[in-house]
């Protein structure tokens, strides 16, 4: 399921990538499929990632943990002082046509460092603020930081809820989880209440109708695009919306044009896809015997749901926009082939757990608890007698085989 649900999302992500682009590509004599053949090559490069990562035994990224969270912390305060400034923004490296977006990798190394940190041996759960701030809160809020300043608010949050999703499966206290997470509102509020243009997104989101040509504009047009598309939609590729009316309809804004398109069974489709995605993540998470592959996988699956989540809640008029992709399926080279090698480990934690469970299951149907390697080193695989009775009734077959 989980390879399914995966591929059949990034192959619709394509299709909807083309129909929010060709058009006003068209329109403005530009190239109509410029943004498919990049996001064609962002799949392939991400599907390589994803076969490597399922084949990389996972305990591997346990050592790699620290290393990997260390360059990630590098690369977030490198791009702020050698970034790339897109629209105000410095999130991105440049290299030629295409540019590598740092924050997107923070987030797997984020994942894998707390899933190593909380599964060492002899460690227990944080008990106190004290004991989760040091040094899980620090580690994450060092990152979180540094990508705030970039400004990027959506993977802020989206680290918040991979890591309590983390801490929940490592069995922390609840009143613990909510004294930590109501310091983290508490400064995502201050966050956004001292920058301008984000407290202007809080304070259209009560009512964008307000100003519908101004901060609320965006979410005016998605919700209108949603509208537009009633039970069965207009059609893929008929919408109006994506054509200088819907901003970054193929980026953030993807999903509104899905339901422009292809009206509500194409929305509930994609929801119920990440539902499955989910299920099937959480199934491996808690299958998986290993406490480090268990807390793996249930972070991983968190970072791709509540994404997906978060931006369908902001399209939906349910949440303020954060600037967040749709995982698999808006446009974007980084976050798609981090989403793609966080799959494959996935992949690989699953495998793992089905290899140890059939071969538990095969030694419990020969009815012997030796394993088959002492079986072999025993005769190679020819029976011995055990007792004397065992020894005559050998000795007798063997004069009856050759005579008297």
Same mark, same amino acid.
């Given at each position: ?25 068209? &329109?403005?004599? @530009?190239? +109509?499929?410029?943004? /498919?053949? %990049? ?8 599907? #390589? $990632? ?117 801490? &929940?499966?490592? @069995?922390? +206290?609840?009143?613990? /989880?909510? %004294? ?8 995502? #509020? $201050? ?126 008029? /349910? ?86």
């Amino acid at each position: 399921m989980l390879v399914l649900v995966t591929l059949g999302l990034v192959a619709f992500g394509l299709v909807m990538v083309y129909s929010a682009t060709s058009a006003r590509a068209a &329109v403005g004599d @530009g190239e +109509p499929m410029y943004y /498919l053949t %990049r996001q064609a090559i962002f799949a392939l490069v991400g599907l #390589i $990632a994803l076969v490597v990562c399922a084949r990389v035994p996972y305990s591997w990224w346990h050592r790699a943990a620290p290393t990997l969270l260390a360059v990630t912390i590098i690369l977030l305060a490198a791009v702020l002082v050698v970034g790339d400034p897109i629209n105000g923004a410095r999130r991105w490296f440049p290299f030629g046509p295409f540019a590598f977006q740092p924050s997107e990798p923070a987030k797997l190394a984020l994942a894998v460092w707390a899933a190593a940190y909380l599964s060492r041996s002899r460690r227990r759960p944080p008990k106190t603020l004290g004991e989760l701030a040091k040094p899980l809160g620090l580690v994450a809020g060092v990152s979180a930081g540094l990508i705030l300043l970039e400004p990027d608010l959506g993977t802020a949050v989206a680290i918040a809820l991979m890591l309590g999703g983390i801490l &929940v499966a490592a @069995g922390t +206290p609840v009143g613990l /989880l909510a %004294r930590g997470g109501s310091i983290v509102v508490c400064l995502g #509020i $201050a966050a956004i209440w001292l920058e301008p243009y984000r407290r202007e997104r809080i304070l259209s989101f009560f009512n964008p109708w307000s100003d519908a040509q101004g901060s609320g504009f965006q979410s005016v047009q998605a919700l209108i695009g949603l509208g537009s598309g009633g039970f069965f939609g207009v059609g893929i590729g008929e919408g109006v919306q994506k054509i200088f009316y819907l901003p970054e309809a193929h980026t953030d804004m993807i999903f509104a044009t899905i339901g422009e398109e292809l009206g509500l069974i194409g929305t509930v489709g994609v929801i119920a896809a990440f539902a499955a995605f989910c299920w099937a993540g959480m199934r491996i998470a808690v299958g998986c015997p290993d406490r480090f592959g268990s807390l793996l996988a249930a972070g991983l699956t968190m970072l791709i749901g509540a994404q997906a989540a978060t931006n369908l809640a902001a399209v939906l008029g /349910l949440a303020p926009v954060t600037g967040i992709t749709l995982p698999f399926v808006s446009y974007g080279g980084s976050s798609l082939v981090v989403a793609l090698a966080g799959a494959g480990i996935l992949l690989n934690i699953a495998g793992t757990d089905a290899r140890a469970k059939r071969a538990d299951v095969s030694d419990r149907n020969r009815g012997d608890r030796r394993p088959r390697a002492a079986v072999a080193r025993r005769g190679g695989g020819v029976e011995r007698p055990r007792s004397t009775r065992d020894v005559r009734r050998v000795a007798g077959s063997r004069r009856s085989a050759t005579g008297p």
